[in-house]
């Protein structure tokens, strides 16, 4: 096949779209993990007298995970995927932007699906490393009535009763 200027001018832009979507795409999932991951956070540990997830800079923690962890990477999309779709079609409003009691009752969804389902899973493993890295800052301890991490030491005086240890 003789390659003319017509048909080079024809490949350029199906060459320029094979070599640029993919950066575009992966963006774009930056973007929803990094939009939604926070707001998710935030709702498993919101603030009270002690400081949120996002406070204590857990999404920068998982985060960081998933710049080293494609599979982790790969876990955190598909389920703020389903974070999104779902509040999408419950209440054609974007995860990040709907109530906090609409937002408890999609992670109580979450939660309750079955095991090895993708939403759960996601459920599981972010949970588990939301208390991994929260627990692990002194500023989480104060309303524990501890002066240490909960893990590995754990409640010593847990024979006593209540009012002993005060």
Known sequence: MLL????????????????????VFAASRDNLVARILPVYLDTLMPADESPSATDLQVDRELL????????????????CQWLEQTAQEEYAEPFSEISEDQRILIVQRMSAMKHRTLAHEF?????????THYYSHAASWKNLG????????????YHQSPGQHL
Do not use: C
């Open 123 to 131: 459920f599981r493993q972010v949970q588990a490393d939301l208390f």
């Open 64 to 79: 960081h995970r998933a710049d080293n962890e494609t599979r982790y990477f790969r876990l955190l999309v598909r389920g």
């Open 4 to 23: 003319t200027r017509r048909t080079l001018i024809k490949l350029v832009p199906s060459a320029l779209l094979f070599v640029v979507w993919p950066r």
């Open 146 to 157: 501890m002066d240490h991490p909960p893990q590995p030491l754990g409640y010593p005086d």
